[in-house]
């Protein structure tokens, strides 16, 4: 079946800028996961939707930082006025458990 | 202290030997550990996963967990070009799995 899905794949932006990052997780998967990885660093987590509930916003960094999911189905990750310290590959996973993460392709956030 | 820390390398490794990539984690009460392996501008794939001490198998690959000394390796037998990539440990504490910044390995033919 269709693994996790991601868009845009690139998305080059203006500070200041809102965007909305966008993830199909795979049908099914009730857990999904979004990650920031920066230009030669490790993945840092961001947040955590157990069905639609967030049990765990820790990693979101500041306000400007939001995210929903409807149901068990879409995410939406949005960055309000975004900085130039925004740029990076925004990672989404889905899982049916907490275990065994699917990533999806990520988006490349570029801010201008 | 970083939750879970890697050696960034990179590590270079003669085609045909063995590569061996440490991982030490600083939450006692981690449950579930996992290799990556995620290829230049590509995403994270799981390769190896492990859950109680000792080594655990797959093909060319070995988890080797020990909880005592918060310590998870992973070792490539007879190394290919093609597992030249960034490995990425990660440790599950929790609902939220915590990944270290990876370990760079190059292949040498």
């Known amino acids: 079946g269709a693994g996790v899905s991601q868009s845009p794949s690139n998305k080059v932006t203006e500070k200041g800028k809102d965007v909305e990052l966008r993830c199909d997780p795979i049908s099914g998967h009730t857990a999904l996961y979004w990650y920031r990885q920066r230009l030669g660093q490790g993945l840092e987590f961001l947040i955590y939707f157990q069905g639609n509930s967030a049990p765990d916003k820790s990693g979101l960094p500041s306000d400007r930082f939001s995210a929903e999911r409807t149901g068990e189905s879409v995410s939406t990750l949005t960055i309000q006025r975004t900085q130039q310290e925004d740029s990076a590959v925004y990672l989404c996973?889905?899982?049916?458990?907490?275990?065994?993460?699917?990533f999806g392709p990520g988006t490349r956030l570029t801010v201008l | 202290q970083k939750e879970v820390e890697q050696n960034s390398g990179p590590l270079s490794v003669p085609e045909g030997a063995i590569a061996s990539l440490n991982c030490t984690y600083s939450d006692r009460g981690s449950q579930s550990f996992f290799w990556y392996r995620q290829y230049s501008g590509k995403s994270p794939e799981l390769i190896m996963s492990?859950?109680?001490?000792g080594d655990k198998e797959d093909g060319r690959f070995t988890a080797q967990l020990n909880k005592a000394s918060q310590y998870v390796s992973l070792l490539i037998r007879d190394s290919q070009p093609s597992d030249s990539a960034t490995y990425l440990c990660?440790?599950?504490?929790?609902?939220?799995?915590?990944f270290g910044t990876g370990t760079r390995l190059t292949i040498i033919p």
């Open positions: 990660a440790v599950r504490g929790g609902e939220k799995l915590t």
């Open positions: 996973a889905s899982n049916p458990w907490v275990d065994t993460q699917y």
């Open positions: 492990i859950y109680s001490n």
